[in-house]
């Protein structure tokens, strides 16, 4: 999981990209004004027995309610790591994220076993992606 974020990490702050901050949080340590307060989301979690990790719950409970209404709109990537589970944990987020008006900004990176190094091309692709469109 660490070299998956890694890898979305780099592509997201590419100096390619100009103009957008990339803020890191744990989703246990996410706050709804910080969540108010971004204009796009890249979402990493564990599938953990078919679903989003407990943090990764715990941080939309946390915020979703506040941010339900002022955060229409606004684009997020997903990438999510497991060994079985991972469609639960996939529509989990998307359900979550759909409900909040999100807009998916590109396809989820979803991997099981050892990520091989096209696997992290497509997570620095993701960081990418979510992150030029945050420009202007």
């Known amino acids: 999981m660490q070299a998956m974020f890694e890898a979305v990490l780099a592509g997201a702050t590419d100096p390619e990209i100009e103009g957008v ?21 890249l979402l990493g979690t564990p ?5 989003m990790s407990g943090a ?8 979703y309610y506040p941010c339900l ?5 606004r684009p997020y990537g997903l990438y999510i ?13 998307e359900s979550i994220a759909t409900g909040l008006g ?3 900004a ?7 076993g ?15 992606t979510v992150a030029a469109g945050l420009m202007g």
Do not use: I, Q
Request: aromatic share 6%.
């Open 21 to 41: 901050d990339v803020v890191r949080r744990a989703a246990l340590a996410l706050t709804p004004d910080e969540m108010l307060a971004a204009d796009g989301y």
């Open 47 to 51: 599938a953990n027995l078919g679903y």
């Open 56 to 63: 990764l719950k715990h941080a939309f409970d946390t915020c």
């Open 69 to 73: 209404d002022s955060t229409r709109g």
């Open 81 to 93: 790591h497991g060994n079985e589970g991972t469609e639960g944990a996939e529509r989990g987020v």
């Open 102 to 104: 999100w807009v998916k």
């Open 106 to 112: 590109a396809n989820s990176v979803v991997l099981m």
């Open 114 to 128: 050892k990520p091989a190094k096209d696997d992290l091309e497509r997570c620095w692709e993701l960081g990418a």
